[in-house]
């Protein structure tokens, strides 16, 4: 594929929101996870809660879309100067030139749990001022984004689990490949609701400890939420030495289970080939791999055998998710992030929590943070029923 190259990135996590106070946790091998205490939710567990959406005002005229998740996004959009960034890209090219593509899981599910809390006494009416096309609907994140940043150009939500998120990249890079646009913001969104935390307490998949990525003792996930957004363009000849690259994009399907992926990690093995196929690299040209490493026994294991199997046990990697938890749908781009930041801070993040790296695994698994100045960088993002995606990102010479 042709390179595209990131203009400006933003995130927000339960490490902090944006890009500093993200970065700041990371480098000092922090994190965010904390006992459940939200809402009205009754479980052992740990969750990633972002600090200040409840304080978020919605714009004049979008107050409709008022929930959880569009608040995490705009609080999220409002840092690192990521408005101004799209601002000018919409002078430059045109705001039907700037493409929106968003990945999320559960949108504003938390709006309607809470709606059918309050329901009228009398005859079980919805409140009447809650608005489920704005917040509810899978597109509403897509909808609201775009009408914060005033773009007029094609808008898709992509909803494939934990995938959603690193798959929004290859979107748009067809896209922008295609001339059908000059410019693309790429954005996941993720936010806290008893639905996802007690149905995952359903699957026996939260662990009533920090996430515990690759050890011996990983016994489950904790959940959390989060939100992150990339604008994209070609590269042109202003592109500046040191410049962050959107390299290769690699997808599969495995379609092994509902939610347990290839035992082998076959699906994950093709979607990290074809990510570097696309970005015309070698296994070995890789520095760094961010792992999709949810801590669950049957996730790691697979992924463990597919990182083997296509790069063997030299490349350096870990899972960021002991330190901001598992942000479902945004997890892909959150993460892809994470490898950007390490690669302008030429320092790669530890696995924090993790003590005991399994013995199945024959890995550089960084328990420690690491100064290395790396090109190329490797984000894995594996979702159920076998979605799979792997992203090439590299740092132009």
């Not at 693309?184 to 008893?194: F, H, K, T």
């Not at 074809?274 to 520095?287: E, N, P």
Request: include cysteine; charge should be negative; proline fraction near 4%.
């Amino acid at each position: 594929m042709q390179a595209l190259e990131v203009k400006n990135y933003t995130l927000s996590t339960c490490l902090g929101v944006g890009v500093a106070a993200n970065w700041a946790k990371l480098a000092s091998q922090q994190g965010g996870l904390k006992p459940c205490d939200f809402e009205t939710v009754d479980l052992s567990t740990y969750i990633g809660e972002v600090s200040g959406v409840e304080a978020v005002v919605m714009p004049a005229g979008l107050e409709k879309f008022n929930c959880r998740n569009n608040r995490l996004a705009q609080i999220t959009l409002e840092q690192d100067g990521f408005v101004e960034t799209v601002q000018q890209a919409v002078y430059r090219y045109g705001a039907e030139r700037v493409g929106l593509f968003i990945g999320g899981s559960s949108s504003g599910i938390l709006q309607t749990e809470l709606a059918y809390r309050n329901r009228q006494q009398a005859d079980g009416a919805l409140p009447s001022d809650f608005h489920y096309e704005q917040t509810h609907n899978m597109h509403s994140a897509g909808a609201f984004v775009g009408a914060f940043l005033g773009l007029a150009g094609p808008m898709l939500t992509v909803s494939s689990a934990c995938s959603s998120s690193a798959k929004v990249f290859g979107n748009a890079a067809r896209m922008i490949e295609a001339g059908l646009i000059d410019a693309a913001v790429v954005g996941g969104v993720d936010s806290l609701c008893l639905t996802t935390l007690y149905g995952f307490n359903s699957l026996q998949l939260l662990s009533s400890r920090p996430a515990r990525p690759y050890d011996e003792k990983r016994d489950g996930i904790s959940i959390a939420e989060g939100a992150a957004f990339v604008l994209l363009t070609k590269p042109d000849a202003q592109t500046a030495k040191g410049a962050i690259l959107l390299q290769g994009v690699g997808e599969s399907s495995d379609a092994h289970h509902m939610s347990s992926p290839h035992p082998d990690g076959l699906g994950a093995s093709l979607a990290m080939e074809a990510a570097l196929s696309s970005a015309g690299i070698d296994a070995s040209q890789i520095g760094y791999i961010n792992l999709h490493g949810t801590a669950t026994p049957s996730n790691d294991a697979a992924e463990g055998k597919a990182v083997q199997a296509v790069f063997g046990d030299a490349i350096p990697c870990s899972s960021t998710k002991g330190a901001t938890g598992h942000t479902l749908g945004a997890a892909g781009i959150v993460e892809a992030i994470i490898c950007m930041m390490a690669m302008r801070h030429q320092q790669l993040p530890a696995g924090i929590n993790t003590e005991i790296i399994d013995p199945q695994f024959r890995m550089d698994y960084l328990l420690e943070n690491r100064a290395v100045p790396i090109r190329y960088a490797l984000n894995n993002s594996f979702g159920f029923g076998g979605s799979n995606c792997s992203l090439v990102l590299g740092v132009a010479q």
